[in-house]
């Protein structure tokens, strides 16, 4: 069986201030997306499919295909605006914004064949998240996809807000719902709030989290392809409105009655939500070769 990994490296990542996604940060100026490549490769994917801005295809061609092709299949995909819009006449004239996470993997809808897992490019999940991937696949038989959770607690930045999608999990480990946070940060008394609205509500340490770590199938674009048609037709005139990953997969569980498996993970999280963040992750990275984790030239 053959598994593929979709790397979404088409943000804008407005909150940095820059290419975060192309940034490097191992020994070899190896970005994030590489160490995760390098974790799929080590746990049985055979091919990945980048979803990019055109203009950075250079990139990728010159500073990221040499090192893998030979290891697996590499496919590119743009997230262009136009895509699956299907000439809805649009009331936006200025936005330059991509339409979210659940749009940028939409536009993958035409080349997947295989079961797939899609990962951010600016978040490092550890290897443990793509063994427990394949496993998922391995061994289901009864789910239409799978998150990989993490505690919230390994997800915040000391340097300023974040957005995470708060999961909800039945006593089975099945995924009830994904509420999507957009202003979570850890106070002077180490509490981990949510500001909603005017109001600060505090979270447990222990609650579970979406990382935009997800397992699917290809059936999957079916349920994302009608409620992106859905999303235009409802939020057409906001520049900003964004078509989120865990709104689909809420979705599917509540609208078209699927099954989605919660699948806690152990590895650390490191990720750039701001530029203040490099040395956490930069440190992060260089301790976990430190441990053996990973090779000091990750593909010498």
Not at 148 to 173: F, K, M, P, Q
Request: hydrophobic share 40%.
């Amino acid at each position: 069986m053959n598994y593929s990994l979709i790397i979404l490296a088409a943000g804008m990542a407005s909150r940095y201030g820059g290419n975060k996604q192309l940034k490097g940060f191992g020994n070899q100026d190896e970005t994030i997306m590489e160490f995760s490549i390098f974790d799929a490769i080590r746990a049985g994917f055979t091919e990945v499919v980048f979803v990019i801005r055109r203009e950075h295809i250079d990139f990728f061609k010159l500073h990221i295909e040499p090192k893998i092709a030979s290891k697996m299949t590499i496919k590119y995909v743009f997230q262009e605006m136009n895509a699956f819009i299907n000439n809805e006449n649009l009331l936006l004239s200025t936005r330059t914004k991509p339409w979210g996470t659940a749009h940028a993997l939409l536009c993958c809808k035409d080349i997947i064949t295989n079961p797939f897992v899609v990962i951010n490019a600016d978040d490092m999940y550890g290897m443990d998240s793509f063994a427990k991937a394949i496993d998922f696949f391995k061994q289901n038989t009864d789910y239409s996809c799978s998150i990989i959770g993490y505690e919230i607690e390994n997800t915040l930045s000391d340097n300023g807000t974040v957005s995470r999608g708060v999961c909800s999990i039945d006593s089975n480990n099945n995924l009830i719902s994904i509420k999507e946070h957009l202003k979570i940060f850890k106070n002077k008394q180490n509490l981990i709030i949510n500001m909603d609205g005017d109001t600060e509500v505090i979270i447990p340490n222990s609650t579970y989290v979406s990382m935009n770590f997800f397992c699917f199938y290809p059936t999957m674009f079916t349920y994302c392809y009608d409620e992106f048609k859905e999303f235009i037709a409802n939020k057409n005139n906001h520049e900003k409105s964004e078509f989120f990953l865990p709104l689909v997969v809420d979705k599917m569980i509540h609208k078209y009655g699927q099954k989605c498996k919660f699948i806690p993970c152990s590895s650390r999280w490191y990720g750039v939500t701001y530029k203040e963040d490099n040395d956490i992750v930069q440190h992060g990275i260089k301790t976990l070769i430190l441990k053996g984790e990973y090779p000091e030239f990750l593909w010498s």
